[in-house]
Structure formats: structure tokens, C-alpha cells
């Protein structure tokens, strides 16, 4: 990791991602923070032109700065899409200066937010682990969380009013059964009962 002399408000530390910057001082919303540095390299030289890495910092169509030096240490704050600072372009000075854009606290990241090109070309297809990235995938799952429960739920009370239909129809079964298995002797008994009565009465 580089030195950065002590009179800097921020150190090199462990971040989600690997390496991070973090304020040990509290840094004002407006301060400059640090200039993002390097090489500059000029798109119409071929040399220049097929330089890749993931540091480049593009000032314009023509020059673009090479901050995978080690000394730049601006190299080392992340990207987040809701960031405590910005990047600060002055393509004409091919200067670029990162800048508070909130009160930052000692202990917090550094971050701005890297540009569509980037975000694009390298963080869509890993995801984004940014602070604002992880809570909004944090909420997903928490939501999907209730989703599946109210879904086990609905699918248990469906089974137990099913359940209990036919408990309930299977006792209406036996009753109706009942019924008949009584009904039917008693008619014949007394049809009985009446043609003995009737043989009664002609005798
Ligand atoms: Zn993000």
C-alpha cells in the first residue's frame, strides 16, 4: 500500500471490494480530496491509443489519464452510485480533482460515481457493491422473503379448507348412507304391517 503522509485526511484501507480510501479526518462538502493522476496519453499516438487498463481516466476524445501508477493514490476510491464525492474534470487544465460533494466523517469511503462507460463495461456484469446497490438488493430479498412466505401461507390454508371438505364430505357420505340402510326396512315393514293388517280385515 503507499505512504500517504499523515497531514492527508484519508488512508488506504479494506473495503467490500478490496482496496478503498477512507477519511480519517472529517473532509467539507465542496473540498478538494485529491487529484487523480498520471500519464497522459494521446489517442491519435497508436502507442498511447492501445494502453487498457482500468485506471483510464478519459479527459476527452484526445488525451486521457493513465492512473494505474502506484503513486496515485485517487486510484483507489471505488465507485458508488450515490457517492460522497465527485470527480472534477477540467479537460483543458487535463486536470482531474476529486471533490467532496457532502460532509464526509472520518471512518467513511471515499467514492464517486465512475460514469455510465464504466459502469457498463465493468460493474453491470459483476453487479454493483456499492453501499446504495447492496441495500436496494438487501430490500429485494427481504421482499422476496415475505412474497414466498404469504405464498406458503395462502398454499396451507388452501390445503386445510380443502382438507376439511372433504373430512366434511366424507361425513356427509356415511350419514346419507345411514339414512337409506334405515329408511328402506322401515317402508317395507310397514308395507308388510299394512298387507297383514289388510289380510287381517278380510278375514
Ligand atoms: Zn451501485
Same mark, same amino acid.
Given at each position: ?8 485526511? @484519508? =488512508? ?5 471490494? +478490496?482496496?478503498?480510501?477512507?477519511? /480519517? ?11 487523480? @493522476? ?11 491509443? !492501445? ?5 483510464? @481516466? ?11 501508477? =502506484? ?13 460522497? !464525492? ?28 465512475? +460514469? ?12 454493483? %457493491? ?10 429485494? =430479498? ?13 398454499? *396451507? ?6 382438507? *376439511? ?9 356415511? %350419514?346419507?348412507?345411514?339414512?337409506? !340402510?334405515? !329408511? %328402506?326396512? /322401515? ?17
Amino acid at each position: 500500500m503507499p505512504a500517504i503522509p499523515s497531514n492527508k485526511p @484519508f =488512508r488506504v484501507g479494506r473495503s467490500r471490494t +478490496g482496496l478503498g480510501l477512507f477519511a /480519517t479526518k472529517p473532509i467539507k462538502k465542496g473540498a478538494k480530496i485529491v487529484r487523480y @493522476f498520471g500519464p497522459l496519453l494521446d489517442s491519435k499516438k497508436k502507442k498511447d491509443d !492501445a494502453i487498457e487498463n482500468k485506471y483510464l @481516466f478519459e479527459l476527452n476524445n484526445r488525451w486521457t489519464i493513465d492512473g494505474s501508477v =502506484r503513486k496515485n493514490v485517487a486510484r483507489y476510491i471505488n465507485h458508488a452510485c450515490k457517492p460522497n !464525492a465527485e470527480s472534477d474534470v477540467r479537460p483543458r487544465k487535463r486536470k482531474v480533482v476529486i471533490r467532496a460533494i457532502k460532509n464526509i466523517e472520518p471512518g467513511d469511503e471515499i467514492n464517486y460515481d465512475y +460514469g455510465t462507460d464504466y459502469f457498463k463495461a465493468y460493474l453491470k456484469p459483476i453487479g454493483c %457493491k456499492c453501499d446504495a446497490c447492496e441495500k436496494k438488493r438487501k430490500k429485494k =430479498r427481504a421482499e422476496a422473503r415475505v412474497e414466498r412466505l404469504r405464498l406458503k401461507e395462502k398454499a *396451507e390454508r388452501k390445503a386445510l379448507k380443502q382438507a *376439511e371438505k372433504l373430512a366434511s364430505a366424507k361425513a356427509g357420505t356415511r %350419514k346419507l348412507n345411514g339414512a337409506k !340402510a334405515t !329408511a %328402506k326396512p /322401515t317402508v317395507r315393514q310397514s308395507a308388510k304391517a299394512g298387507a297383514k293388517a289388510n289380510g287381517h280385515a278380510s278375514m
